[in-house]
């Protein structure tokens, strides 16, 4: 989870505008990947299933 919070505040400290488009793209593929893998682990901690999209 510190990664996920990591990835946050980093995207956070930036201005998105001065970023290039292909950069950004990849953090937040980056960033969304990792909130798919907490959401996983929270899932499998809780016995809960989360359903398919």
Same mark, same amino acid.
């Given at each position: 989870?510190?990664?996920?919070?990591? !990835?946050?505040?980093? $995207?956070? !400290?930036?201005?998105?505008?001065? $970023?290039? /488009?292909?950069? $950004?793209?990849?953090? $937040?593929?980056?960033?969304?990947?990792?909130? !798919?893998?907490?959401?996983?682990?929270?899932?499998?901690?809780?016995?809960?299933? /989360?359903?398919?999209?």
């Amino acid at each position: 989870m510190s990664e996920l919070a990591t !990835a946050i505040d980093y $995207l956070a !400290a930036e201005d998105p505008s001065e $970023l290039p /488009v292909g950069t $950004l793209t990849e953090q $937040l593929i980056d960033l969304h990947w990792q909130m !798919a893998r907490l959401q996983a682990q929270i899932a499998r901690r809780t016995c809960l299933r /989360v359903p398919a999209t």
